[in-house]
């Protein structure tokens, strides 16, 4: 009787370690290393390293080195692919431009640059491209491709910008330059990919105060635009079952802390703006980490950190120090990410570890 009950804490001590080893290794990646595109939500020195030339052919003095607060003085603050590469203690290669589209620019002066050749093509497309043509070596299995486009194509359209005034062409051909992207980096060997959708626009500042009849048609729009990037996704894992997908639903995360309240003010402004959105910046709202909004558009500073906890909480990695103890679980060479590889492991070692107790207490 006593042997049988040694027997099976013996069991259960096995399934306990399996499941712990699994806990601590399989489920994370190992992502050291991030290649980011996107528009002023990840840009920080991106478009400020052109502003030499931009001021030189008319444009502004200068460019902001990022669309956020740094603490209480505006601009150049930290986004959150700064936070979420010193999360994960990962380097950064951050291509991303302010007023990217998913082609070309959203400032006419600046792209009358690119047109003439004096600027690179700053869309995502060009950045893309710009990437590839650098032929930057890199490790595939611990570099994540992280993607973030879209508002700046929507808000043209908005503004009667865009080159076209059918919501359904924006959409199909926004989410189809994306999906081309994609396509390309897997193609030159990536893959691994993070992309994030369009939040709730008609939560920011830009479009909170407009009527019900404007607010309706955004919300609308970028909608459409969430639904085809999701089924674009979708299509693209299927279609390259290698390839890991990590999609980042940044339009429920940011209504889900508007509702929580997990800021003071989450409608207005941190800098003082008029009602074109033009800002002052030696005029503030209030203290910065009380608001959501660093300016009409953009988020401050604070904001950006808490979307890269929520892409840490969703993206698990692991960092070197959580390796040093892995060669004790026999399974710790199975850390691989992307399409159930390691939950395929993990559930076959929990029945073979379930079957081979079952035959001893049974023999017993």
Not at 5 to 20: E, G, N, V
Not at 117 to 131: E, I
Not at 251 to 270: G, K, V
Not at 287 to 298: E, G, K, R, W
């Amino acid at each position: 009787m006593r042997e049988n009950f040694q027997l099976k804490k013996r069991c259960l001590f096995l399934i306990i370690m399996f499941i712990t080893c699994m806990g601590t290794s399989s489920w994370a990646f190992d992502y050291n290393h991030i290649v980011a595109f996107g528009d002023s939500l990840s840009d920080h020195g991106g478009l400020s390293a052109h502003s030499t030339t931009i001021a030189a052919y008319g444009g502004p003095a200068t460019v902001p080195e990022s669309w956020t607060n740094n603490g209480a003085i505006p601009y150049g603050g930290d986004i959150w692919l700064d936070y979420l590469s010193d999360e994960w203690d990962a380097t950064l290669d951050n291509n991303a431009i302010g007023g990217a589209m998913t082609t070309g620019h959203e400032s006419a002066e600046i792209q009358a640059l690119i047109d003439a050749s004096l600027l690179p093509d700053l869309g995502l497309t060009g950045q893309v491209a710009d990437w590839l043509d650098e032929s930057a070596e890199y490790d595939a299995d611990k570099t994540l491709f992280a993607i973030w486009i879209g508002g700046n194509d929507l808000l043209e359209f908005f503004r009667q910008e865009y080159y076209t005034s059918d919501p359904n062409t924006l959409v199909a051909d926004s989410v189809g330059r994306i999906l081309m992207q994609l396509g390309m980096l897997y193609a030159e060997g990536a893959r691994h990919f993070l992309v994030i959708n369009l939040p709730d626009l008609t939560k920011t500042p830009a479009f909170n105060t407009k009527d019900a009849t404007i607010q309706t048609q955004v919300a609308a729009v970028v909608a459409g635009f969430n639904t085809a990037l999701s089924t674009a996704l979708s299509d693209f894992s299927t279609a390259n079952a290698d390839a890991t997908v990590h999609p980042v639903d940044a339009f429920a995360y940011l209504n889900s802390i508007i509702a929580d309240d997990t800021f003071d003010n989450a409608t207005e402004t941190y800098l003082k703006v008029d009602d074109n959105c033009d800002w002052d910046l030696a005029s503030f709202n209030g203290t910065h980490d009380q608001f959501l909004f660093f300016d009409c558009i953009h988020p401050t500073t604070k904001s950006h950190e808490l979307v890269a906890a929520e892409v840490a909480d969703i993206i698990p990695v692991a960092k070197d120090d959580d390796h040093d103890d892995d060669d004790t679980c026999f399974i710790s060479s199975s850390r691989k990410s992307g399409n159930g590889t390691t939950e395929n492991v993990m559930i076959f070692g929990i029945f073979l570890i379930l079957g081979f107790a079952g035959l001893i207490l049974k023999k017993n």
